[in-house]
């Protein structure tokens, strides 16, 4: 019999995936990217990076959040370019997507990759 710690879980591909969620922010990229260059040195490599709450993937085009917009288009080119392999990006919604019906809707709906330049 072979003795399977924690620690080869997580760094078995086929078994763990590791996702690490940020918002579209300095510091929270910033922050995630140190967590994954720990990872890295513990030889687990992370599966993808989600960016949630976006205002840039609602295509919001409102004069007031252009600068926000702007900002957040900038931390996801950095994150797809130093950072992913893959990006995940969850727009900004009224409503908190809880539960089945909300996160299957959100995931149909789920254009994010086209909407985001």
Request: glycine share 4%; proline share 8%.
């Amino acid at each position: 019999m072979r003795l399977v710690t924690p620690l080869m879980r997580l760094r078995d591909p086929d078994y763990t995936r590791i996702l690490l969620v940020t918002l579209a922010e300095t510091t929270p990229v910033s922050e995630a990217a140190r967590l994954q260059a720990d990872l890295r040195r513990a030889q687990i490599e992370p599966f993808g990076w989600v960016i949630n709450g976006s205002l840039a993937a609602t295509g919001s085009a409102d004069p007031c959040l252009k600068q926000r917009v702007a900002a957040e288009l900038e931390q996801i080119e950095a994150v797809r370019a130093r950072h992913a392999k893959r990006v995940a990006i969850v727009p900004w919604v009224t409503e908190e997507p809880a539960g089945p019906a909300r996160l299957l809707a959100l995931a149909r709906g789920n254009e994010l990759q086209r909407r985001v330049p």
